[in-house]
C-alpha cells in the first residue's frame, strides 16, 4: 500500500542519492583529513537510511491518496504572486512589485472589492517602503520608475 | 552573591537607559502581537524584524529580539482561550482548559490566569538563567572539538525524539536540514559545494529564508484557502479578575509549570509545545479531579502556560553559555548576534558583560511590560482578529517577501524562501516536523567544524569521541534517547510521548 511514510521515504532516499552523486565530485579526503565531500557525503548516506528506514515502517501510516489537497488552487496562486515578485522586486522596484502582488491576491484571489483591494495594494506597499526604507534605513529596491 | 548582584546593577543600568527600554518595548508589543496573528509565529516574527535591527546596536537588537520571543509566548495565549486557535505552537494545550473557560463565561479570568502565570514564571526562571549561565560558561571552556560535536549531536538527537512524530521521521529532517547547512563556501578548504554557479550561495543558505519558508509561507499556502472564520469571545475589562478559588487552584500549577518548563528548556533540542504536554498531563495527574480537564479546569491553563514562558527563558541558557541553540528561535537569536558583532558561548559573559548582563535585566524588565500589556489591553489585540485572514495573509506574504530580501538585499534569498515554503507545504501534509530542518541548517557548519578537527587532532579515529568523559557523557545520553525511540518497536507498547496526547484529550 503506498503509504504517506512510503512515498516520503522515497523521496528522502532520492534526495540522498541525489546529494551523494554531486557530493563525490568533491574531494572526500582522508579520515586524517576529511575533505570538503566528507560531511555532506556522509550525510547524504545517513539521509539515505532513514529514507530507507522510514518507507519500511512506514506501512501504518494514512494513505497517500488520502492526503486533502483541497486549497492547492489557492496555494498556487499564493505561490504564482510570490515567483512574480522574486523576479519583478530589482526590475519594478519595492512598491510597485508589492502593490501588484497586493492587488491580484486581494482582488483576484480572494474578490475584495477593488477599492478595498486598490485602497490597501496602495497602502501596505507605500507604507512598509516608508517604515523600512525611510525610518529604518533598510535599503529597498526602487526600479526604473522609481517606485 | 555580590558579584552577581553588582552585575545585575550593571544589567539594570543598561536596560533601563532609555533607548534599550523603548526597543525592549517595542520588542514586547510586536512579540504580543506575533502571538496573537495565527499563522505568524515568534519565528518569522523575528526573521522579519531582524532587517530592522540592522542599524541598532548589539544590545537593543538582542533585546528587542528577545522581546518578540516571549512576547509571543504571552500573545499566543490570547487566541488559544478566546478562540481555540493557537497563536503559536507552544499555545495548543491552553486551548483545552482555555477555551472551555471562555465559553463559561470565565475568558477573562483565564487570559488573567495566563498573563500571571506567564509572569511568575518569566520571572522566577530569569534568576534560574542568572544562577546558572555563569558556572555553565565556565564548565564549557573545558570543551574541545569533540565535546562540542558530541553536544550538536545530543541536541538534534534531543530534538528529533521530542518532536511530535517518530524520532526517525525527526532524524530524516535534521539529516537534510544539516546537508543543506553545508551548501557554500567549505571553511577549511575553500571549496565552493553545491553553488552551481550562484555567488550568493557561497555564504550558504541564510536561516532567515528557510525559517520564513518552512514556517511562514507553508502556513499561508495550507491555511489560506480556508472559508470559515472563527468565533472571537471578547471578555470585558472589569470581568478579567479570577476569583479567590480560582487563585488557589492556578497556584501550585504556576510553581510547578515554572519548574517543568525551565529543565525542559534548558535541554538543548527541547521543544516549548513538550513543556507544555508534561505539565498538563502532570497537573491532571495530580488533581483531585481530573475529569474537569477539558471542561475548564485552572489548572489545564495555568501549568501550561507557565512552562511555556519558562522553557523560553531555559532555552537561553545554552545558547548564552555554550553558544549552542537549544531550538530554532534560539538559533535565529544567535545568528543576529554574530550578525550584530556579537560571539555567544562561554566568553560571552567576559567580553560582554554589559550585553549579558542587559539582556538579562531586560528580560525583568520585559516580564512587566508583557503583564501591563497582556491584561488592559487585550481587547485590542483581539480586534486585530476580526481582520478576515483573505485580508491579512497578503500582508503578512508582503512582511515575509520584504523580510527575507532586507536580510542580504538578494533575490536569491527570495527564492530559497519559496522553495523552502513548497517543501513545508509539502511536508506538513505528510505529517512531518519541520523544526529539525533549521536546526540542522544552523548547526551544520559547527558540526563539520568540530568533527573534521577532531579527526585531524585523533589522527583519524573516531574513538576521541568515546574516550574523552565529557564527550562520551553526552553521546552515552544520546544512546539512552535512541534506544527509548526504539523500546516501543520491540516491546509493542506506546512510548510516554505516544500517551501525552491521549492522556490530555
Given at each position: 500500500?503506498?503509504?504517506?511514510?512510503?512515498?516520503?521515504?522515497?523521496?528522502?532516499?532520492?534526495?540522498?542519492?541525489?546529494?551523494?552523486?554531486?557530493?563525490?565530485?568533491?574531494?572526500?579526503?582522508?579520515?586524517?583529513?576529511?575533505?570538503?565531500?566528507?560531511m555532506p557525503a556522509l550525510l547524504a548516506v545517513l539521509l539515505m537510511l532513514f529514507g530507507i528506514a522510514v518507507a519500511a515502517l512506514g506501512g501504518a501510516t494514512g494513505t497517500f491518496s488520502a492526503v486533502a489537497w483541497t486549497e492547492w488552487r489557492h496555494a498556487l496562486a499564493i505561490f504564482g504572486a510570490c515567483a512574480f515578485a522574486a523576479v519583478a522586486l530589482e526590475r519594478l522596484g519595492y512598491r510597485l512589485t508589492m502593490g501588484l502582488v497586493l492587488a491580484f491576491l486581494l482582488g483576484v484571489v480572494e474578490r475584495k472589492h477593488p477599492l478595498l483591494t486598490v485602497a490597501l495594494a496602495v497602502g501596505v506597499a507605500g507604507g512598509s517602503f516608508f517604515?523600512?526604507?525611510?525610518?529604518?534605513?533598510?535599503p529597498l529596491p526602487r526600479g526604473p520608475l522609481g517606485l | 552573591m555580590g558579584e552577581t548582584l553588582q552585575n545585575l546593577y550593571l544589567g539594570f543600568s543598561v536596560a533601563l537607559s532609555?533607548?534599550?527600554?523603548?526597543?525592549?518595548?517595542?520588542?514586547?508589543?510586536?512579540?504580543?502581537l506575533v502571538g496573537v496573528l495565527p499563522g505568524v509565529g515568534p519565528l518569522a516574527g523575528i526573521s522579519?524584524?531582524?532587517?530592522?535591527?540592522?542599524?541598532?546596536?548589539?544590545?537593543?537588537?538582542?533585546?528587542?529580539?528577545?522581546?518578540?520571543?516571549?512576547?509571543?509566548m504571552y500573545g499566543g495565549s490570547t487566541t488559544s482561550i478566546l478562540m481555540r486557535i493557537p497563536g503559536e505552537a507552544a499555545s495548543v494545550m491552553t486551548c483545552i482548559d482555555g477555551y472551555a473557560m471562555a465559553r463559561k463565561g470565565r475568558a477573562g479570568p483565564a487570559l488573567a490566569i495566563a498573563a500571571v502565570g506567564s509572569y511568575v514564571a518569566g520571572t522566577v526562571s530569569v534568576v534560574a538563567l542568572m544562577v546558572l549561565a555563569?558556572?555553565?560558561?565556565?564548565?564549557?571552556?573545558?570543551?574541545?572539538?569533540?565535546?562540542?560535536?558530541?553536544?550538536?549531536?545530543?541536541?538534534?538527537l534531543v530534538l528529533a525524539y521530542m518532536n511530535s512524530g517518530s524520532m526517525l521521521r525527526g532524524l530524516a529532517m535534521a539529516a537534510l536540514g544539516l546537508l543543506l547547512g553545508t551548501i557554500g563556501i567549505d571553511q577549511m578548504s575553500g571549496y565552493f559545494r553545491f553553488a552551481y554557479g550562484v555567488p550568493e550561495l557561497g555564504d550558504g543558505i541564510g536561516v532567515v529564508a528557510v525559517a520564513v519558508g518552512l514556517f511562514g509561507l507553508s502556513e499561508i499556502l495550507v491555511t489560506a484557502g480556508q472559508k470559515t472564520p472563527p468565533e472571537v469571545i471578547r471578555p470585558r475589562l472589569r470581568d478579567l479578575l479570577p476569583s479567590r478559588q480560582e487563585w488557589r487552584e492556578a497556584n501550585?500549577?504556576?510553581?510547578?509549570?515554572?519548574a517543568i518548563g525551565f529543565l525542559i528548556g534548558i535541554i538543548p533540542g527541547s521543544a516549548h509545545v513538550i513543556s507544555t504536554f508534561v505539565s498538563y498531563a502532570i497537573e491532571r495527574r495530580l488533581s483531585k479531579r481530573p475529569e474537569e480537564f477539558g471542561r475548564g479546569a485552572v489548572a489545564g491553563v495555568a501549568g501550561p502556560e507557565s512552562a511555556n514562558n519558562a522553557a523560553t527563558s531555559g532555552s537561553f541558557v545554552p545558547m548564552l553559555a555554550l553558544g549552542v541553540?537549544?531550538?530554532?528561535?534560539?538559533a535565529l537569536l544567535l545568528a543576529a548576534m554574530m550578525i550584530h558583532g556579537v560571539t555567544p558561548g562561554p566568553l560571552l559573559i567576559q567580553n560582554s558583560p554589559a550585553l549579558f548582563w542587559g539582556f538579562i535585566a531586560s528580560m525583568y524588565v520585559g516580564n512587566v511590560i508583557l503583564l501591563i500589556l497582556n491584561l488592559p489591553l487585550v481587547g485590542l489585540f483581539v480586534n486585530l482578529l476580526r481582520v478576515p485572514y483573505p485580508v491579512l495573509y497578503p500582508t503578512i506574504l508582503v512582511c515575509s517577501l520584504l523580510g527575507v530580501y532586507a536580510v542580504n538585499g538578494s533575490v536569491v534569498d527570495v527564492w530559497i524562501m519559496l522553495a523552502t515554503g513548497v517543501l513545508g507545504y509539502v511536508l506538513r501534509k505528510l505529517d512531518f516536523e519541520t523544526a529539525p530542518i533549521v536546526l540542522g541548517l544552523v548547526l551544520a557548519p559547527m558540526m563539520e567544524l568540530a568533527l573534521r578537527q577532531s579527526l585531524?587532532?585523533?589522527?583519524?579515529?573516531?574513538?576521541?569521541?568515546?574516550?574523552?568523559?565529557?564527550?562520551?557523557?553526552?553521546?552515552?545520553?544520546?544512546?539512552?534517547?535512541?534506544?527509548?525511540?526504539?523500546?516501543?518497536?520491540?516491546?509493542?507498547?506506546?512510548?510516554?510521548?505516544?500517551?501525552?496526547p491521549a492522556e490530555v484529550e
Open positions: 500500500m503506498l503509504t504517506t511514510d512510503r512515498v516520503a521515504g522515497g523521496a528522502i532516499v532520492l534526495v540522498g542519492a541525489i546529494a551523494l552523486w554531486q557530493s563525490l565530485q568533491l574531494p572526500l579526503g582522508s579520515l586524517r583529513q576529511p575533505g570538503p565531500a566528507y517604515l523600512f526604507n525611510t525610518v529604518l534605513r533598510v | 532609555p533607548g534599550v527600554l523603548w526597543y525592549g518595548f517595542i520588542g514586547c508589543v510586536v512579540g504580543t522579519l524584524l531582524l532587517p530592522a535591527t540592522f542599524g541598532l546596536d548589539a544590545t537593543r537588537a538582542i533585546v528587542m529580539l528577545a522581546g518578540i520571543y516571549y512576547g509571543a555563569p558556572p555553565l560558561a565556565s564548565f564549557a571552556l573545558r570543551f574541545g572539538p569533540p565535546e562540542y560535536f558530541s553536544l550538536l549531536l545530543l541536541g538534534l501550585g500549577p504556576i510553581w510547578r509549570g515554572t541553540p537549544s531550538a530554532p528561535i534560539a585531524a587532532m585523533s589522527d583519524g579515529r573516531y574513538a576521541i569521541f568515546v574516550t574523552r568523559p565529557i564527550s562520551a557523557t553526552l553521546l552515552a545520553a544520546g544512546a539512552v534517547l535512541l534506544a527509548l525511540a526504539l523500546r516501543p518497536l520491540v516491546s509493542r507498547t506506546l512510548d510516554w510521548r505516544a500517551r501525552l
